[in-house]
């Protein structure tokens, strides 16, 4: 398993940006696939991005397509999710999570996943 701990979070206003941090532990970081989600307040968590084990594929969430940006550095064992443009709408916990060995951007998605992190409170203001 991995072990994640993310970071960045604050208050920021509309219109802003913003990039959170994950930082991973473990032998098997650079081999899995892995997910930022968020749950705002009184709403279930939800997939926000995913990011294949090499970087080499992305997929997002509708409502913060070209706006967000999901990466990592497997030298470092962070995942990272850049923020931009930010919207009242995405007040939120943010979590990283990482799935199983050969998870896939899908399964992510789905919420097949091995590890969460313990959360970083985003809070935009309008």
């Known amino acids: 398993q991995v072990q994640l701990v993310e970071s960045g979070g604050g208050l920021v206003q509309a219109g802003g940006s913003l990039r959170l941090s994950c930082a991973a532990s473990g032998r098997t970081f650079g081999s899995v696939a892995m997910g930022w989600f968020r749950q705002a307040p009184g709403k279930e968590r939800e997939f926000v991005a995913a990011?294949?084990?090499?970087?080499?594929?992305?997929y997002y969430t509708d409502s913060v397509k070209g706006r967000f940006f999901i990466s990592r550095d497997n030298a470092k064992n962070t995942m990272y999710l850049q923020m931009n443009s930010l919207k009242s709408e995405d007040t939120a916990v943010y979590y990283c999570a990482a799935g199983p060995p050969g998870s896939t951007l899908y399964s992510i998605k789905m919420g097949s996943l091995d590890s969460w992190g313990q959360g970083t409170l985003v809070t935009v203001s309008s």
């Open positions: 990011i294949r084990w090499n970087g080499g594929s992305t």
